[in-house]
C-alpha cells in the first residue's frame, strides 16, 4: 500500500465549476500537507501548504485536512481553462522528505 | 528574484553511461532536495542535502550520488544507467532551519535512456 493514495482520474469539468480533488494517507505521523500543481513539461508548483487539521483558503483554492480520517482535500472554485494541469498532494513528517500521490489530471473544458 | 534553475533540460544516454544533473536554489534557501518522477507518477525522493552533507536519502540504489557546493547549488549523479533511470528529475530548494519549510521545484532535467 501506497503511504498517499490520490485518484488518477482523468477528471474533465465545465468552465466555472467547483472542482473537489482528494487524497487519502496511511502515515500517522505525516503533520505537513501540501498541494501541487504540475504542468506540462514544467515542475510541480506549490499552490497550498498546511499544518495539521483544518482549512486554509488562498483565492479560487481552499485545503482541508482531517487527520482523524487521514484524509486531504483541494477544493476549486469557478474552475478556469488555465486550471487544467495535473494535481499533486504530498506530505511529511518533520523530516523533509515529501512523500507524494500519484496526482489527477484536472481539464477544465469551455 | 530567480526560481530553482536545473541544467541540462533534456539529456540523452546511452545504458551503462554515467550523468550529472545540476541545480541552483531558490535565492535564500540552503537545502537541496532530489526526486525522480516517472511518467504518470508523483514525484520519488532521492536524497536530500544541506551544509554540504546528505542529510537523508529515499530507497534508490548507491548509483545515485549527490554533492552540494558552498554556494548550495547541487549536483546529482547516476552511474551505471539503467533504462528504468528514464525520468523527469527535479530539484526542490527550501530554506534551512527550524521546523519543515515549504520545498520550491524547479523545471527537471528530462533524461533518456536508449
Known amino acids: 500500500q501506497k503511504e498517499v493514495e490520490q485518484d488518477p482520474g482523468p477528471l474533465s469539468v465545465p468552465e466555472g465549476a467547483i472542482v473537489s480533488l482528494n487524497c487519502t494517507y496511511s502515515n500517522s505521523a505525516f503533520q505537513y500537507f501540501m498541494w501541487y500543481r504540475q504542468y506540462s513539461r514544467k515542475g510541480p508548483e506549490l499552490l497550498m501548504y498546511?499544518?495539521?487539521?483544518g482549512n486554509k483558503e488562498d483565492g479560487r483554492f481552499t485545503a482541508q485536512v482531517d487527520k482523524s480520517s487521514k484524509y486531504i482535500s483541494l477544493f476549486i472554485r469557478d474552475s478556469q481553462p488555465s486550471d487544467s494541469a495535473t494535481y499533486l498532494c504530498?506530505?511529511?513528517?518533520?523530516?523533509?522528505?515529501?512523500?507524494f500521490g500519484t496526482g489527477t489530471r484536472l481539464q477544465v473544458t469551455l | 528574484d530567480a526560481g530553482v534553475t536545473q541544467s541540462p533540460t533534456h539529456l540523452i544516454k546511452t545504458r551503462g553511461q554515467q550523468v550529472t544533473l545540476r541545480c541552483s536554489p531558490k535565492?535564500?534557501?540552503?537545502?537541496v532536495s532530489w526526486y525522480q518522477q516517472a511518467l504518470g507518477q508523483g514525484p520519488q525522493f532521492i536524497f536530500q542535502?544541506?551544509?554540504?552533507?546528505?542529510?537523508q536519502r529515499g530507497n534508490f540504489p548507491d548509483r545515485f550520488s549527490g554533492h552540494q557546493f558552498p554556494n548550495y547549488s547541487s549536483e546529482l549523479n547516476v552511474n551505471a544507467l539503467l533504462l528504468g533511470d528514464s525520468a523527469l528529475y527535479l530539484c526542490?530548494?527550501?530554506?534551512?532551519?527550524?521546523?519543515?519549510?515549504?520545498?520550491?521545484f524547479g523545471d527537471g532535467t528530462r533524461l533518456s535512456i536508449l
Open positions: 498546511t499544518y495539521s487539521s
Open positions: 535565492s535564500g534557501h540552503d537545502t
Open positions: 542535502y544541506y551544509e554540504e552533507e546528505e542529510r
Open positions: 526542490a530548494s527550501s530554506p534551512g532551519g527550524v521546523g519543515n519549510q515549504p520545498q520550491h
Open positions: 504530498a506530505s511529511t513528517g518533520t523530516a523533509s522528505k515529501l512523500t
